[in-house]
């Protein structure tokens, strides 16, 4: 009874695995009743690693190429059975392989605001998402820390435990990197890096290696925003001080078209923003006249050559009125406000 059942026995002389489909981290060979011929040829194919495990022990590992399964070609597992016939007889064990090729486009996202803790705002609450993609490194750790002995392991089994693994590392991220937050925001480039720095040992603690990450959106509260756009333009004219006024007054001046017949208050506040505590005129004369010296000539009355400040910022407000009632088209007000802004003295 034992010859026959030896007889019927089948013995495997070929092991190998031919992925079917993307997605696939780890592929358990199957054995059933089978055992492994000595000398048999175990493939193993460019983007894959194969792993040899023995009554739940991890023993050989073995890369790319084909590979004749003798006693030396297995020595950890020769040693784990500690055959006495020198590996000469078939053997039973399990043999997992391993996908080691890029496993891309991984998406990764912050489903609600998230607050992280900033130098110079304190806490920061942002939302951001990007994707990111990594491979099997170590088949050994990876087996022993998550596949386990399932027959089959996906990327999609793996997906929740590293979104969380990015969204809990994004707070330690910005502040291991040194970097202002509002820099980080502002260099999606800058910001993908400080995460691969903090999340690639955390990869490699499952026997994973990190290959690369994206940051495709940053989504900041609106007066943070407000303050990374005047950093963007104050990087667009440098620091230079007087470039960096003309940058606010541009950005301030059409605001006495909007509102023009808003009053003295309307002029004061928009004062405020435009000299940031300096006197108006002083700003006026000495940074906006290199700034609009561009602008096309248009005759205005004589007796605007030599006006002060305040003058000026009262005929703006009557010019605004008049175009605010039609009588005056954009084209001429803009033209008419740069001149009387050359004459300010």
Do not use: C
Not at 98 to 109: A, C, I, M, N, Y
Not at 222 to 241: C, R
Not at 295 to 303: E, H, I, L, S, Y
């Amino acid at each position: 009874m034992a010859l026959m059942d030896f007889i019927r026995k089948q013995f495997i002389d070929i092991i190998q695995w031919t992925e079917d489909s993307d997605g696939t981290l780890a592929w358990r060979f199957p054995m059933a009743d089978m055992e492994i011929q000595n000398g048999a040829q175990l493939v193993v194919r460019e983007s894959q690693m194969a792993l040899f495990v023995n009554e739940g022990k991890a023993a050989d590992v073995f890369g790319p190429g084909t590979h004749k399964l003798t006693t030396q070609t297995l020595p950890v597992l020769t040693y784990l059975k500690n055959w006495d016939k020198l590996f000469e007889s078939p053997f039973k064990s399990d043999v997992y392989f391993f996908s080691t090729r890029q496993q891309v486009d991984q998406k990764w996202g912050t489903p609600q605001p998230i607050t992280i803790r900033d130098k110079d705002f304190g806490a920061v609450r942002l939302r951001a998402f990007g994707n990111y993609s990594f491979r099997v490194a170590s088949p050994a750790l990876f087996h022993t820390e998550i596949s386990g002995t399932r027959e089959r392991y996906e990327t999609l089994d793996l997906d929740g435990q590293l979104r969380g693994l990015v969204l809990q590392n994004i707070s330690n991220a910005v502040a291991s990197s040194g970097i202002a937050f509002l820099d980080l925001a502002a260099n999606q480039l800058m910001f993908a890096q400080a995460l691969t720095t903090q999340l690639a040992p955390e990869f490699e603690k499952i026997g994973l290696k990190l290959e690369g990450m994206t940051v495709q959106n940053v989504s900041l509260p609106e007066e943070l925003q407000k303050i990374m756009d005047q950093k963007i333009g104050m990087g667009m004219v440098g620091n230079d001080m007087a470039k960096f006024m003309q940058y606010q007054t541009a950005q301030a001046i059409p605001k006495f078209a909007e509102g023009g017949g808003g009053g003295g208050s309307g002029i004061a506040g928009d004062a405020m923003g435009l000299g940031a505590g300096v006197a108006l005129g002083q700003v006026l004369a000495q940074n906006l006249a290199s700034g609009l010296q561009a602008a096309p000539a248009v005759a205005v009355p004589a007796q605007a050559a030599g006006m002060k400040a305040e003058d000026v910022m009262a005929t703006l407000e009557k010019l605004g009125e008049l175009k605010g009632k039609g009588i005056l088209t954009q084209e001429e007000f803009d033209a008419k406000k740069a001149e009387l802004l050359k004459k300010l003295v």
